[in-house]
């Protein structure tokens, strides 16, 4: 009257398996869960009782042990309905041991014995593929995400009753496969083009830098100028994301709970707009079962913060060290969690509370004292973080009546492909570089070398312009990726000009 079952759980991206231990005395009937459950684990046994009875099976009239292990790992969530059910099943003989050998079993049960949608499926099947697993049973829900792991059999089922004739070889079933290819052959269908975009040339060619070289950027312009459109264009001038990438994002997107039911793999960037009135804890991620937050969401893609200044100083301030690090990490009493974090900021802000200030057609409502104060909650260490200003002026009308469309996204991002290619080659040996962006002060001394004229045009820049110590290696990280889109090895004075124009905040004067 014993029997042991496989299940799983998430720890922060990453799962560790579960074993589930039933054992039945002849006792008067209680069900006790050991192995430090959480409440969810705990109303468990509630769902399964209804559950097997529903599914019309017997259910034992013995006291019934169900001993959760490792004891050490805390156990989250409502997947171990399924396999406690099959323990109890197994246990009691209505399905053969053999038949749930080598198998993980996830799902949340219905009370009337339907298996639900859980989280964290993807990262599950990663893990018990690698320990040898090769068979994994998950709810009809689930399926699609878990069937991307090739190499192991998932299969995606309605309910408890159709689990147990499966296990009994009473019902056939074919494992779900998605092919790959076939994915990532859909992959950047974009709906939103920059050739919606009409004018702003300079925007755009800000953009492709920054999506070049991975440089943070901010942008600045009046209402109704075409930022929030521009910001939501951007991921599709982004390189494709590579399979890698595609499971670690896909893996933070499952755990979360946030994957929907009909996507097997997230193929393309994400664009996460969280709204300023966001708290720190749902920006960076938090809670007493750590969960990922936006700035995780967007890995490997785009974080937009529209109405930058109006963030709280706090939530801004929590950014900073997974800007730096790539990461963030949670800690708890018993257990410290990473979670990935490697996104690109876009950020966008008007010049002043009105909104006006640079808009030659409308009167700006605020006076000078209000500007600066407004410009003053962006400064300091978050904007050293952002490579790339760029005004956005208001849209010419004669630009918006325009029949001609701009370039397509298409041909802008086969520009970035090339500089990120020049950029992965030149950062060969360097494990934690992976752009233009990332370079510290001895990259930018061996990779941004300038000649004289170069030399001699930043400088007379920093001075004449007021352009502030932090502004110098921006610039030189952003014109060596001007130089890259360009395909020139060297920084030339016509790429240190553009760069300097991207730096407009950093000018003690913002006032024109
Ligand atoms: N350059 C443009 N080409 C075509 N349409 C544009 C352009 N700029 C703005 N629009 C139109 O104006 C609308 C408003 O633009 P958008 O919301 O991007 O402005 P915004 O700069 O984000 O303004 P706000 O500061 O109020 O957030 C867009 O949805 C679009 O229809
Ligand atoms: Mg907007
Ligand atoms: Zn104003």
Not at 39 to 48: D, I, Q, W
Not at 49 to 57: D, E, P, R, T, Y
Not at 311 to 316: C, G, P, Q, T
Not at 488 to 497: A, F, K, R, V
């Amino acid at each position: 009257m014993f029997s042991k079952i496989f299940s799983s759980s998430t720890f922060g991206i990453d799962a560790v398996v579960v074993e589930v231990e039933t054992h039945f005395e002849k006792q008067l009937p209680s069900i006790i869960i050991v192995g430090l459950p959480d409440s969810a684990v705990r109303e468990s046994k509630e769902r399964v009782v209804a559950a097997i009875k529903n599914s019309g099976f017997e259910f034992p009239l013995k006291k019934i042990t169900i001993n959760l292990a490792p004891a050490d790992i805390k156990k989250e969530g409502s997947a171990f309905d399924l396999p406690i059910a099959i323990g109890i099943l197994t246990a009691n003989g209505i399905i053969p041991t053999e038949a749930a050998e080598k198998t993980i079993f996830l799902g949340e049960l219905s009370l009337d014995g339907s298996l639900r949608k859980i989280k964290g499926v993807l990262p599950i099947v990663v893990e018990a593929k690698r320990i040898g697993f090769n068979r994994i049973i998950v709810p009809a829900n689930s399926v699609k995400e878990a069937s991307i792991v090739d190499g192991v059999d998932v299969f995606g089922i309605e309910n408890l009753k159709d689990v147990v004739s499966f296990l009994n070889n009473e019902l056939e079933l074919k494992p779900v496969k998605t092919n790959r290819n076939e994915l990532f052959s859909q992959i950047n269908k974009y709906n939103l083009d920059f050739s919606d975009v009409k004018g702003q040339e300079n925007v755009k060619r800000s953009l492709e830098i920054a999506a070049a070289g991975s440089h943070n950027i901010i942008m600045i312009g009046p209402p109704g100028s075409g930022k929030s459109m521009l910001a939501k264009r951007f991921p599709s001038i982004l390189p494709p994301l590579t399979f890698e990438e595609a499971l670690e994002t896909t893996k933070i997107h499952s755990i979360a709970g946030i994957l929907s039911s009909d996507i097997a793999l997230i193929t393309e960037r994400p664009f996460r707009s969280p709204h300023h009135t966001v708290s720190d804890a749902a920006l960076i991620g938090g809670g007493s079962f750590p969960r990922p937050g936006e700035v995780s969401f967007a890995h490997h893609g785009v974080l937009f913060l529209d109405e930058f200044p109006e963030f709280k100083k706090n939530v801004l301030e929590v950014m900073r060290q997974p800007m730096e690090d790539y990461k963030v990490t949670i800690s708890r009493s018993k257990m410290s969690l990473e979670f990935p974090a490697n996104f690109m900021l876009v950020a966008a802000m008007n010049p002043c509370p009105c909104g006006y200030y640079t808009d030659p057609t409308k009167e700006c409502t605020c006076n000078s004292g209000m500007i600066q104060k407004y410009m003053a909650k962006i400064s300091g260490p978050m904007l050293d973080r952002i490579d790339i200003h760029i005004e956005v002026p208001a849209v010419k009308y004669k630009d918006l009546s325009s029949n001609i469309n701009g370039e397509t996204s298409e041909e802008i991002r086969k520009r970035v492909i090339v500089a990120k290619e020049i950029q992965i080659a030149r950062f060969n040996e360097f494990p934690n570089i992976h752009s233009n962006a990332d370079m510290g002060t001895n990259e930018i001394r061996q990779f941004c070398k300038l000649d004289s004229a170069g030399t001699e045009l930043l400088k007379m820049a920093m001075t004449k312009l007021g352009l502030s110590a932090r502004a110098y290696d921006r610039i030189l990280k952003v014109s060596r990726t001007i130089a890259d889109i360009e395909g020139s090895e060297n920084i030339l004075p016509n790429h240190l000009s553009e760069a300097i124009q991207y730096r407009s905040l950093d000018r003690e004067l913002w006032m024109h």
